[in-house]
């Protein structure tokens, strides 16, 4: 399963009409209607029967992103209704939180498999799976897991941490390993990685920072918790016009030494061989900042 690219993945309240239909302004690669941290368990009933109508006005309003709804925990109670209930409303995809075992995401998988069965020719659902405890990462390569509609994973850190006891840093030394972890099990299944979010709302300077250490490790997007944090995310999840100048050039000078059937050069003071051109080609690929 091949999913658009998500640079940014911004969760509003399920709860909060007002916001959910304020999401086709923020332009953000994939919205969630979260039904689970975001909305007080008093009013997670009328959220979830509200969900068509919200579902609805998102997509009148110009919204063509991907759009999910994050369901509440596997162990909840409330997991089989909402799973219903979203697939039900017509969305892209669930987000499946705190998952620890492959056999939670069989009821998500049987909803996507009844309605691809009915709508073959319509593009097929998909699950993005949270990783936020230890037993998620110890498991993340169970986890990551196309065969049953995953498509994306992201790792939430503040549950991570909640889970094991720590204690959170600006720097993120007690998050490392297991942010690591989880990037390299979606890199192995090849889906995905979401990064964690910065709730410092107000420090775009951490997020930037925080964003950067992401990409270097590997993720293709981050966890958004204001509209503001879009635009943060795109700028570093996408190329800089001086990257993507080198990698134009770099590419057009591969494929000159190709024609002459070399097969490594010096480019730049680089040498230059296939992984660094798949890496040039990937760059060129990909979205512009915006």
């Known amino acids: 399963m091949t999913l658009k690219l998500i640079r940014s993945f911004l969760l509003a309240p399920a709860n909060r009409p007002d916001l959910l239909a304020k999401f086709p302004r923020f332009g953000a690669d994939c ?16 959220a979830r029967a509200a969900l068509p109508g919200a579902v609805g006005e998102i997509r009148g309003g110009g919204y063509t992103g991907l759009l999910t709804v994050r369901v509440n925990e596997p ?12 697939f039900g409303a017509g969305i892209d995809g669930v987000v499946i939180p705190k998952v620890e075992d492959p056999g939670q995401l069989w009821p998500a998988y049987h909803h ?33 897991r196309p065969d049953l509609g995953v498509g994306a994973v992201y790792f939430g850190a503040e549950d991570y941490a909640s889970n094991i ?40 300077a951490q997020y930037l920072a925080d964003a950067a250490a992401g990409r270097e490790l590997g993720y293709e997007g981050k966890t958004c918790v204001t509209p503001g944090q879009v635009k943060l995310a795109h700028d570093v999840f996408s190329p ?13 000078a591969y494929e000159e030494a190709l024609g002459r059937r070399v097969g490594v050069i010096e480019f730049e003071g680089q040498m230059v061989d296939g992984p660094l051109l798949k890496r040039a080609q990937a760059i060129l690929s990909m979205p512009e900042a915006g």
């Open 165 to 204: 006891g720590g204690r959170r840093t600006p720097e993120g030394r007690e998050i490392y390993t297991a942010r690591s972890m989880v990037v390299m099990a979606a890199k192995g299944a090849g889906i995905q990685a979401i990064d964690q979010a910065v709730v410092d709302i107000r420090n775009d």
């Open 31 to 46: 919205c969630v209607i979260d039904m689970e941290d975001g909305t007080p368990a008093a009013d997670k009933a009328a």
């Open 112 to 144: 996507i498999s009844r309605l691809a069965a009915a709508s073959p020719r319509q593009e097929r659902r998909f699950i993005v799976c949270g990783i936020e405890s230890a037993r998620g990462v110890q498991g993340a390569a169970r986890l990551c």
């Open 240 to 252: 800089t016009p001086a990257e993507r100048d080198f990698a134009r050039r770099l590419v057009a």
């Open 75 to 86: 162990g909840s109670p409330l997991y089989l209704d909402d799973l219903a209930a979203a």
